[in-house]
C-alpha cells in the first residue's frame, strides 16, 4: 500500500541511500525501469534529487525524448534478529 509523504520529508528516505528505481516510457510507451545506488537531496524546498544516468543506458535515451521520469524507493525496515541459530 502506498502512503502519502510530505514533500519536505522525503529527503529522510533518500538518506543513508536506499536503491532507487529510476522508470521512463519512450518509443511506443515502452517501459523501463533502472535501477540506481547514487542519488543525493540536492534541494529540500521544493525536493530535488540529483542523480547519474550514463549515455550508454537505456534510460538516457528514453529521457532525452519524454524529459520525463518516476523514482520509486523502498522504506526500510528494521530487521529482526534471527535467534533461530544460538
Known amino acids: ?3 502519502d509523504i510530505p514533500l519536505a ?3 529522510q528516505l533518500l538518506e543513508p541511500g536506499p536503491v532507487m528505481l529510476l ?3 519512450a518509443r511506443k510507451g ?3 525501469v533502472m535501477t540506481m545506488s547514487w542519488h543525493m537531496m540536492v534541494a529540500f524546498m521544493p525536493p530535488l534529487v540529483a542523480c547519474v544516468v550514463s549515455r550508454a543506458d537505456y534510460s538516457y535515451a528514453a529521457l ?4 520525463e521520469c518516476a523514482v520509486s524507493w ?4 528494521k530487521r529482526r534478529a ?3 541459530r544460538a
Do not use: E, P, Q
Open 23 to 25: 522508470l521512463t516510457t
Open 74 to 77: 523502498r522504506k526500510r525496515t
Open 64 to 67: 532525452r525524448v519524454t524529459n
Open 1 to 3: 500500500m502506498m502512503k
Open 82 to 84: 534471527d535467534t533461530s
Open 9 to 11: 520529508r522525503v529527503y
Open 30 to 32: 515502452r517501459a523501463n
